[in-house]
Structure formats: C-alpha cells, structure tokens
C-alpha cells in the first residue's frame, strides 16, 4: 500500500461548507402548478446525503406519461449516471459519439462524455461541457452496451461540480461550467467499465478506482493533487462510504472481494478488514450508527453486516451477522431497522432485520419486472424501485410488504439509474430523457 501524508486541514472551509449547506437548505424554487421550498436542500452524490438513498419530503406514489410528470429534458445522449442537485441546479452525464447502438457504436475514438446542467424550475438547459476521451475504452459489443460509458454519478458542493470519467480522468468544474483542474486515476479498463462515483468529505474527493489502478484514491479538491492512494483493490465495484471512527477520524469503508475494509480517510492507511462475500462487489455499501452493511448478489455470505471503528482482522470480534440473500448491483436502502433491497434479476424484493440478518419478508415484484440496475431511494415511508425496462414499483417501508403503486416505464429507453429526492418530486433518467416527478398541483 502507497500512501502519502495528507495537507493540513484549514477550518474556515469547514465553515465555508457548512454555511453553503445550510443557505442551500433555505432555498425556495417555484415548483410545477405553485410554490414550494426544498425539503432538502441539496441531493449531493450518488444516492444522495451519506450515500443513504434517503431524502425529505413527499413525492408521488403514482405516475404514468400523462400525469405528475412536472417536466421532462431530452438528453443528447445516454447514460446510467444519477442527477445530483445544489440549489436551482440540476446536474447530470451522458455520453454520444461511440455506443449509441449495438447495431451501429462508431468509433470508439469518438467517444464523447457531457456534463449537462439543467435549471431545477424550469427543465432549461443552461449550459454542456464535453470531455473527449483519452483512453481507449472498452469495446461495445461486449458488456458495455448493457449500461454504457457515463456510469458514475457527479457529487457536487458549494465550490463546483466533480465527474468521473473512468481512465479517461477526473474533472472538476465551477458552477458556471468552467474547468477548474483534471487529475487521473488511472488509465486501465474493463469489459464491464467503470461504476463507483465519487464521494466528497472535508478537503477530499474519495474515488474507488479498481478499474483504472486497483486503487482508492484521494484528491484536493481544490487542486485535483493526489493526497494518498490505497492500493490493492479487487473485484470493487461499489461507491464507498464514510464513517464516524473513534478518537474523531473517519473511516472509508468499501466492499472488495473476499472482504470489507476499513481506511483512514486523513492517510489512506488500512485500519481494519471483516472478512465477506467471495464474489465481485457492486452495491453499494451503506452505515448507521457505527454498523456498516456490504451486500453481493452471489456466494454462501451474500450479506455482511461489520462494527466500524476495529484495528487488524475484525471478522470474529466486530462481525455482527452474515447472510446468503444479497443484491448483485442495486444497493440496499435502511428505514427504521430494516434493509430493503431487490437483485438484479428484478424477481423478488426483500427485507432483512438489520440487527440479526434474519430474513423479514421475500416477496415477489410486479408483472414482468425484469433487470434491476437502479438503487433504490426512500421518502415519506416509501420505497422507491425501478427497474430497467418494467417500470418501477413503490414499495411501504415498513416490515410488512406492501406494494403501494406499480408505475409503468417513462418511454423504452432501459432506466439504469437511481433515482435523487428534490422536495416533494423525484428526479429520474431514462437514457433519453431526464424527468421530473412531481404531485399535480
């Protein structure tokens, strides 16, 4: 492991983020049909605050293509990235000029990736920015027509916008668009590309770069500079998490295969590892109060529940529980003690008590559901769930199942995103569309 000794921290941009946090939270925006404030101010990375996929507010239950939709943007291209929100803006890729279609890719030379911004009221695309590529990718034809080339989701704060385009690098934007400093991660690819999304805490952008270096690394990001790298990555898909650690430092936690590890997010230093699923890992890890849940779609320990805060092997002292269910992309969401989370085949949603692993409920999801990509989210008791191609289900989050509305698909576009919170609507990709969801006022 190669690690570097991180710059020193400075409080007044701690104060400076958290007076942009707290001032974006104020902000009232005229919704569809009449006025209304955030609930949440801010949908800031990939499933949001924490990475929880978990928002405020009261968006709809119901939706098809003639009602609730506030407003929809076409998108010049595809993409399985998320939107992400700060105030008024609406921020989101894609990606054209090589695999538009199996039929016909192009080149892949003439790959392009776009950062789109939209205004959050009005639908109004205010301004794109186009990042060729660098790197070869890899090709079309094999894995990659499944989601395609802009996988992972910005995160952005009150200084600008941050993107990861695989090996073609990092990209940091101010709010108006205009370049601020590229970094790379690494220049290596993979037949089923890249799909981790950067994570912002304190000075640092935090990227899971197994793809492009076998590496965790993190950036300045004011200055894009390498602060440290974890080395050694396999089989790590997933976007990692951050959690409190004793003594006050915080912990990355993410999910490789065979284990779950635990890195100080000042050094980079490995603190800890639970030993996990022997299988690649691609949901998303989440925490709460210190408990930090990792789930696989395959292997005998699909589900695996660890204590933060260890030193060394933790497996037999902060190993809370392990289980066969498990997810092989969508990541799970939390609510009151219990994870909800569907597998990828789309087939059956399930609930496990958080405390002990034990199976609450299986339940089979609406009509022909089909693939799961997308992560779920949870807002105002519910439960969130689309799938690629079968619309979406909206689920009570609650250890009883209870199928509250079953939504068709938006257009035939597949849907591989998740889904943001904003207030009292939901925003949503298709690879053709972005859309707003939103009660008729």
């Known amino acids: 492991m190669k690690t570097k000794k991180p710059e020193s921290k400075k409080a007044w941009r701690f104060e400076k983020r958290r007076r942009?946090?707290?001032?974006?939270?104020a902000v009232a925006i005229a919704a569809w049909g009449g006025a209304a404030a955030f609930a949440d101010g801010v949908w800031p990375q990939f499933r949001g605050p924490g990475g929880?996929?978990?928002?405020?507010?009261?968006p709809p239950a119901q939706w098809d293509t003639a009602s609730h939709v506030a407003?929809?943007?076409?998108?010049?291209?595809?993409?399985s990235s998320s939107?992400?929100?700060?105030?008024?803006?609406?921020?989101?890729?894609c990606h054209t000029g090589y695999g538009a279609s199996p039929e016909n890719p192009g080149k892949r030379e003439d790959l392009v990736r776009h950062l789109l911004c939209f205004g959050l009221e009005d639908a109004q695309l205010r301004w794109s920015r186009e990042v060729p590529s660098t790197k070869a990718e890899a090709v079309y034809e094999s894995r990659m027509h499944w989601h395609g080339y802009a996988t992972s989701t910005p995160a952005v704060d009150?200084?600008?916008?941050?993107?990861?385009?695989?090996?073609?690098g990092v990209y940091a934007f101010t709010h108006d668009g205009e370049p601020r400093w590229t970094a790379s991660a690494g220049e290596g690819?993979?037949?089923?590309?890249?799909?981790?999304?950067?994570?912002?805490?304190?000075?640092?952008?935090l990227l899971n770069a197994f793809v492009e270096s076998g590496s965790m690394v993190a950036l300045d990001r004011r200055t894009g500079?390498?602060?440290?790298?974890?080395?050694?990555?396999?089989?790590?898909?997933?976007?990692?998490?951050?959690?409190?650690?004793?003594?006050?430092?915080?912990?990355?936690?993410?999910?490789?295969?065979?284990?779950?590890?635990?890195?100080?997010?000042?050094?980079?230093?490995?603190l800890w590892s639970c030993a996990a699923a022997d299988w690649y890992i691609v949901a998303s890890p989440l925490a709460r109060d210190g408990v930090i849940y990792s789930l696989s779609g395959k292997g005998f320990e699909a589900a695996t529940a660890v204590r933060a805060g260890g030193?060394?092997?933790?497996?037999?002292?902060?190993?809370?529980?392990q289980t066969r269910k498990g997810s092989n992309v969508s990541s799970p969401v939390l609510v009151d003690g219990h994870l909800y989370f569907a597998h990828d085949q789309g087939s059956f949603f399930y609930c496990l008590d958080a405390s002990t692993g034990a199976l609450v409920y299986q339940e089979r999801l609406p009509g022909r559901f089909g693939e799961v990509y997308s992560s779920p989210v949870t807002a105002s008791g519910r439960i969130y769930l689309f799938s690629r191609r079968g619309g979406s289900a909206v689920i009570a989050a609650k250890p009883e199942y209870e199928l509250l509305a079953a939504n068709p698909q938006l257009d035939p576009s597949p849907v591989n995103a998740s889904p943001a919170v904003v207030g009292d609507s939901l925003l949503i990709r298709s690879d053709r569309f972005l859309y707003r969801l939103a009660e008729k006022k």
Not at 52 to 58: F, P, T
Not at 83 to 93: C, E, I, M, R, S
Not at 158 to 168: I, P
Not at 228 to 256: K, Q
């Open 20 to 25: 942009a946090g707290t001032a974006a939270t």
């Open 52 to 58: 929880m996929g978990a928002g405020e507010g009261n």
């Open 71 to 79: 407003w929809k943007a076409e998108l010049p291209g595809a993409g």
């Open 83 to 93: 939107a992400v929100v700060w105030g008024d803006a609406v921020y989101l890729t």
């Open 158 to 168: 009150e200084d600008g916008v941050y993107c990861f385009f695989g090996s073609s």
């Open 189 to 205: 690819s993979h037949e089923w590309g890249s799909a981790s999304s950067p994570v912002l805490h304190e000075d640092l952008v």
């Open 225 to 270: 500079k390498e602060v440290w790298r974890y080395e050694g990555l396999r089989e790590a898909w997933n976007t990692p998490v951050v959690v409190p650690g004793p003594g006050g430092r915080s912990e990355v936690a993410l999910g490789v295969w065979g284990k779950i590890v635990g890195v100080d997010a000042a050094t980079g230093s490995e």
């Open 311 to 321: 030193q060394g092997d933790v497996t037999e002292t902060r190993r809370l529980w």
